[in-house]
């Protein structure tokens, strides 16, 4: 099983990529800037015995698109994981002030640069009748957030391509899911103090957040031919359930 991981340097990306290669699959990570990093994952990778490579993507460069999948070769499942952050960040400026360049950005790079990247795997996963696809996805995108909603505006945009897709193409053996993430400790993450972490945790049924591993694991799942006909969902890890309203 060939796998594209997008943005799969760090993070919850670089986790599902060593997961993915456990399970024996032949990996390829793609990486905007962090060549270095995206090198160490593959070499990781390899030191285990697995098969793996780096190509450069850039969501926000769709002419980068193409050529990365052409390079990757013919993908059985597709983890689009890279995603735009963008310049700003919540409670910085009021919902009315945040430029329309901004928006702009967010949408052009997280949602068409998404749908052109599904774009380049469906055809050849059509001939075979055999394909996988996982958008990642954050729970700021149904709970919202303080501050300026590019971010996750563009996220829950995501959740329903994935709808439409995965009726659109499960005729042709195609599954498309989102993983949405809670609030996740990778080593990328933000510095948030101990005690609200803790605070948080509390409040999830298994009273822990969640790893980049324990997301990997969500993701192998969906995007493998394990899943065998769980399609159009949206599938949230447990550290969603800390900002929920009905949190113990």
Do not use: C
């Not at 957030?145 to 945009?157: D, I, R």
């Amino acid at each position: 099983m060939h796998v594209l991981i997008t943005g799969g340097s760090s993070g919850i990306g670089a986790a599902t990529a060593l997961a993915y290669a456990k399970t024996g699959a032949r990996v390829t990570i793609t990486y905007k800037s962090g060549a270095d990093r995206a090198a160490e994952v593959v070499k990781r990778i390899e030191e285990e015995g697995g098969e793996a490579a780096a190509v450069h993507l850039d969501l926000e460069d769709h002419t980068t698109i193409a050529p990365a999948v052409a390079e990757a070769g013919p993908v059985d499942a597709l983890v689009a994981n890279a995603v735009r952050w963008g310049t700003i960040m919540p409670n910085s400026v009021p919902f009315e002030d945040v430029p329309a360049a901004e928006w702009t950005a967010a949408l052009h790079a997280n949602v068409v640069g998404n749908a052109l990247l599904a774009q380049a795997v469906l055809r050849e996963m059509r001939r075979r009748k055999f394909g996988r696809i996982v958008f990642v996805s954050s729970g700021a995108a149904e709970e919202g957030m303080p501050g300026p909603g590019p971010y996750g505006t563009a996220k829950m945009a995501l959740h329903g391509m994935a709808r439409a897709l995965a009726w659109e193409a499960g005729r042709d053996g195609i599954l498309v899911n989102v993983a949405v993430a809670g609030l996740t400790i990778t080593g990328v993450s933000r510095p948030i103090p101990q005690p609200v972490l803790d605070e948080i945790a509390a409040r999830t049924p298994s009273r822990r957040l969640s790893t980049a591993d324990d997301l990997a694991a969500l993701i192998v799942f969906l995007g493998s031919a394990a899943n065998r006909n769980v399609t159009g969902e949206f599938v949230r890890d447990g550290s969603n359930a800390g900002r929920s309203s009905h949190a113990l």
